[in-house]
């Protein structure tokens, strides 16, 4: 029987050392008999990063986590036996899970921009077109424009970079427009912090984003593409300019693609890590090589994009369910999801969650299913507060939302947005004051800092925040606050602007008992704000082990032996070392 | 075509932009960061309407370059609008404390400044029109470095610009007059960089820095504009045969 042995090497897995992995399975199986010997493949990201590398032996897709090279031999030895046990997942339950189906991380999954991603290897052409790709670019050729436009429409698809626009409906006013050169762009500018859906389908299925860009570009009109990939995705980088290649060589880039008239050649640009330059004119602006400051669109890029021609951009997620469009039918596609966002999304889950990783889910799932099904709750069964969608200018979402179905639409009319699908747990222990500060913070550096309410507004409501959060808030800072959210999401040019206020708006909408427990009490309730706790042991749980002391930076820690410890309040300094390390629970958060 | 503002029926050109068409009507909106000379760069955001749409709701946009089509509604008052104004005002103020300009504006639309925003050093509002102004006129010797709260305006690397001539339009422009030029008897120093005068060879008065002037013309004879209409004038009189 023919097996495969696929080894993850997504960023995650190589920087766990998958490609140790990979070496020592090719080394492993070299002196096997032909009739056994395994076909090893390195494949994209599996999405369950934090237990990599994953090795998938196929066609049984026994899955085993955090392989490390020692472990190679004995997989191979148990090829035609039972898995080998200690290396496969444990449910909740602590039974073991055999595939990757059975996995409650992947159970209510259902991929379709990652379809390939895992699977195939995205140096390898032959293995794409195996599965179906480069048949939606053979079918799109074959109808007209406007049919091709059509069959997006009738999908639904809208833009998964973040805004949500109808996919098809950009096209067709780009295909409108009379131009002897149009443009069409790819955004692989990723930027939120913890977001990583774009990376890992560059990484790992290329080929199913340059189909999509080449469908994108022959709907519109275009003969020339880009790719915006920002320069610290280095994998992503190499993956995709190995695929131009490859698909250049193969006649699905180029003249007379697939033998018809239609020409396109794409070329990547590198982004130099500016958030703001995921901004569509920003992007642009910055392609040309100026400034990546986001112009006024009273005139939209659809007319008058990069270098003044007609332009369409679309989001790298977007580019991977096109190619899936035009191969199975937008009707077909359609089917999934809700009335309004059709299709599935990728998330990338963290935070204070038990699985962490990549998902998609069906449009219409909700954030519990996300958060408890997928995710599988919060890590010692702490209490859930809320779940922050949308990246730094999303909004979170409290416990009473958590049964909101995951569209477009419902997210923004719950004050935050799907944004790029980032998705952040938090726990009791997470400060929401604490967390709007670091979210301003980020988007106060990553402003482009063109218009007034944005820059200078994320710079005083930087400084409310801090203030607050070290003990210095007055009630009036809320107001302040307020108003200057109100004109920072009123006022601002971009989209980054007019979202930049959200954390705060969200947060004082649905916490703003916390805030007054900072302004009021001069109190932090999740226990981070250093300014506002103090730790304390407690004498009837300390078991005088003396583990805190020694791990206390400043000595402030002193006892005697199996008596209780004390804390010098004047000595220490908050780092927490001491919680963390006590094995009895005897340090208290005051 | 015509286009309503605040109620009133005004004569608009295509291609103009709301601000051009209410302002030579004389329809006050107030703004810091456009100019006639330049491409709008709407970053001040003072400029801001309502667009009154078919619909019945209504958008913000900024004035100085939304574009001018057949039958639009602008109101320049609202609630809203008046909101945002004060609010833009204070962080300007925040940004160039005491500056004359924004203090009149303030006056105008009753704001005082709010004591807890934190005021920054310097008078610089970050409009950009230095720099559009800078990239108009053909040195381009200015941008906008860094991004965020850090942003300045600066030349390349904060050194001295190969490309500037001296011209000093940055700071003529410049609404907060925040550009240091400094005009002594020998020369200009602008930018970090000096530059000589180039006089009048007839009268000896300043005409402007010799960079500037080499771009300006290619006549070897430096007059200032005075002494040129007077030398044509003798031309004339020469060739018309008077005395």
């Known amino acids: ?590 | 075509m015509m286009i309503t503002v605040d109620g009133r029926e005004i004569c608009a050109y295509p291609g103009e932009t709301v601000l051009q068409a209410a302002r030579r009507e004389g329809i006050w909106i107030p703004s810091l960061c456009y100019s006639e000379a330049t491409e709008p760069t709407s970053s001040c955001r003072l400029c801001m309407v309502e667009l009154l749409e078919k619909n019945g709701r209504s958008k913000l946009v900024t004035s100085c370059s939304y574009p001018i089509s057949d039958g639009l509604k602008i109101s320049t008052e609202s609630e809203r609008l008046t909101k945002l104004r004060k609010t833009l005002l204070k962080l300007l103020y925040s940004q160039a404390p005491e500056n004359p300009l924004i203090l009149e504006l303030m006056k105008r639309y009753d704001v005082e400044p709010e004591k807890k925003l934190k005021e920054k050093d310097g008078q610089c509002i970050l409009c950009g029109l230095c720099v559009q102004v800078c990239k108009k006129l053909g040195s381009a010797s200015l941008a906008t470095v860094q991004r965020g709260t850090t942003k300045k305006v600066s030349t390349p690397y904060d050194t001295q610009a190969a490309s500037c001539i001296g011209c000093a339009s940055c700071a003529t422009f410049c609404p907060t007059k925040c550009i240091e030029v400094t005009d002594t008897e020998e020369g200009r120093t602008i930018w970090n960089k000096k530059f000589e005068w180039v006089r009048c060879e007839k009268c000896g008065i300043i005409i402007t820095t010799d960079k500037h002037y080499k771009a300006s013309t290619d006549s070897d004879t430096a007059l200032c504009s005075d002494c040129k209409k007077k030398a044509i004038t003798d031309v004339f009189a020469e060739t018309l045969g008077e005395e």
């Open chain 1, 1 to 590: 029987m023919s097996r495969e042995i696929l080894v993850c090497c997504g960023t995650g897995c190589l920087a766990n050392g998958s490609q140790a992995v990979v070496d020592e399975f090719r080394s492993a199986s070299e002196g096997l008999d032909i009739s056994v010997k395994p076909y090893i493949k390195k494949v994209g990201c599996n999405g369950f990063c934090e237990n990599g590398p994953m090795v998938t032996i196929l066609p049984d897709h026994i899955t085993y986590y955090r392989v490390h090279p020692k472990d190679v031999e004995e997989i191979i030895q148990n090829l035609d036996k039972d898995p080998v046990e200690r290396l496969l997942y444990k449910n909740e339950d602590g039974k073991p899970v055999r595939s990757r189906g059975e996995n409650p991380f992947y159970v209510p999954q259902l991929k379709i921009a990652l379809r390939n991603t895992g699977i195939v290897d995205p140096g390898e052409i032959d293995d794409y077109i195996e599965r179906g790709g480069y048949e939606g670019l053979r079918k799109a050729l074959a109808m007209s424009q406007e049919e091709v436009i059509n069959e997006i429409e009738i999908s639904g698809l809208r833009g998964r970079g973040g805004a949500g626009f109808p996919t098809g409906k950009k096209w067709r006013s780009c295909f409108e427009v009379p131009s002897d050169q149009k443009y069409m762009l790819c955004n692989g500018d990723e930027g939120d912090p913890g977001a990583f859906m774009d990376r890992s389908i560059m990484e790992g299925d290329p080929h199913s984003v340059l189909e999509g860009l080449a469908i994108g570009a022959y709907a519109i009109g275009a003969s020339k593409g880009i790719l915006y990939i920002r320069d610290e995705y280095g994998l992503a980088l190499q993956q995709v300019q190995k695929a131009i290649n490859e698909a250049k060589d193969r006649g699905f880039l180029g003249k007379n693609i697939l033998n018809s008239s239609f020409e396109f050649d794409c070329e990547i640009v590198r982004g130099g890590g500016a958030f703001v330059c995921g901004e569509s004119s920003a992007l642009m602006s910055s392609i040309e090589g100026r400034v990546g400051e986001p112009r006024v669109k009273y005139i939209r890029s659809v007319e008058k994009g990069l270098f003044e021609k007609p332009t369409v951009l679309n989001n790298v997620e977007t580019l991977a369910n096109v190619s899936y469009i035009l191969a199975h039918g937008g009707a077909e596609y359609a089917k999934l999801g809700t009335e309004g966002s059709k299709g599935t999304k990728v998330f990338s889950l963290v935070g204070k969650v038990n699985r962490t990783g990549l998902v998609e889910l069906p449009m219409g799932a909700t954030l519990r299913e996300l958060v408890f099904h997928v995710g599988g709750g919060i890590p010692g069964n702490r209490p859930f507060k809320a779940v922050q969608t949308g990246g730094p200018s999303g909004g979170c979402i409290p416990e009473r939302l958590m049964d909101l179905k995951i569209d477009f639409d419902s997210l923004k009319a719950n004050g935050s947005m799907m944004g790029s699908g980032g998705v952040i747990v938090m726990d009791d222990t997470t400060c929401m004051v604490e967390l709007a500060r670091y979210y301003v913070k980020f988007l106060a550096e990553e402003s482009c800092g063109k218009c007034t309410p944005c820059r200078e507004g994320l710079r005083n409501m930087l400084d409310i925040l801090t203030r607050i959060c070290e003990g210095d808030g007055e009630m009036s800072d809320l107001d302040l606050l307020e108003e200057l959210a109100f004109t920072a999401s009123n006022a601002s040019l971009c989209e980054l602007g007019k979202t930049a206020a959200n954390p705060v708006m969200s947060t004082l909408e649905h916490f703003r008992d916390e805030y007054e427990a900072h302004i009021v009490d001069k109190r932090c309730p999740a226990g981070v704000c250093t300014n506002l706790i103090e730790y304390r042991i407690l004498p009837e749980k300390c078991k005088g082990c003396s583990l805190c002391a020694k791990n206390c930076p400043t000595n402030a820690i002193t006892g005697e032996l199996r008596k209780p410890y004390v804390i010098d309040k004047s000595l220490c300094i908050k780092c927490g070392n001491c919680k963390s390390k006590c094995k009895f629970d005897a340090i208290a958060v005051e």
